[in-house]
């Protein structure tokens, strides 16, 4: 069975001014607004970088989950972690054994879409969500991806970026938290060149880091490859979202800039 990091979600207080940042930033076009997510209180925007996803979403009443859990992070934060997977059954058959309850599900077999969010409480780290377009060639690489609309190609721009490389999930105990996401995705742990625990996605991996920024466990991170570093860079110095020459910061996440191989 195979997985692929399609997916990163974060929330933000300031939709609009998040999205400016992220466009400008990562020279990404927006794809699509889902109606979709009005029933947990929220509106959205998505942007294709290469053939993953990058959204963002925002509260649009009060006491919804993705609010309580900005309070909980303090401000805009990384949210979920967004996969395709090969066979969300038999997943779903792992995670039931495992005793992991299923927060959300998807079931649309008219737009070729079934997936499933297991619930926080449960994983850890971040919502880790695993989908199946169940449609013709729903199993291609960078194929359907029903959750960014049926017409998002044509908004593909990798002038300045290409691909989400990497997650990065902070813990005060990342073994721990890697120990539980490598048994629910069912691959084993490897260390990166730093030491830190990864799993390794067909497309990405997912790296378990400790939590230094007082904001707690949480999805803090991702990696971009990077096709033109210098007008990232300058980007994110006319936005006010420059760290370093290989780190931007954008939604709350820390944006790591890392070449092409």
Request: hydrophobic fraction near 40%; proline fraction near 5%; charge should be negative.
């Amino acid at each position: 069975m195979w997985i692929r990091l399609r997916q990163i979600a974060v929330t933000t207080a300031d939709l609009a001014q998040t999205s400016a940042d992220i466009q400008c930033v990562l020279g990404v076009e927006p794809c699509f607004t889902d109606p979709g997510v009005g029933i947990f209180g929220l509106k959205n925007v998505l942007w294709p970088v290469g053939t993953q996803f990058l959204e963002c979403v925002t509260p649009v009443q009060p006491d919804t989950a993705a609010g309580r859990y900005q309070q909980r992070r303090g401000g805009d934060t990384g949210y979920m972690v967004i996969t395709q997977v090969s066979d969300v059954g038999a997943r779903r058959a792992h995670v039931d054994e495992m005793g992991i309850r299923i927060a959300f599900e998807m079931n649309h077999p008219e737009e070729g879409h079934v997936g499933m969010q297991l619930h926080p409480a449960d994983t850890g780290g971040a919502f880790f969500e695993m989908d199946q377009m169940t449609g013709p060639d729903g199993d291609a690489v960078g194929g359907a991806w029903t959750p960014a609309g049926s017409n998002w190609e044509p908004y593909v721009n990798t002038a300045m970026v290409s691909s989400i490389a990497a997650a990065e999930l902070q813990s005060p105990d990342p073994n721990r938290l890697a120990e539980r996401w490598s048994q629910i995705a069912q691959i084993d742990l490897r260390a990166d060149a730093d030491g830190h625990p990864t799993i390794q996605l067909d497309n990405a991996s997912l790296r378990f880091v400790p939590e230094t920024d007082g904001r707690g466990e949480g999805l803090g991170g991702i990696d971009v490859t990077t096709v033109d570093r210098e007008a990232v860079l300058a980007a994110a110095h006319s936005r006010g979202c420059h760290v370093s020459d290989s780190q931007v910061a954008l939604a709350g996440l820390r944006v790591n800039l890392v070449d092409t191989d």
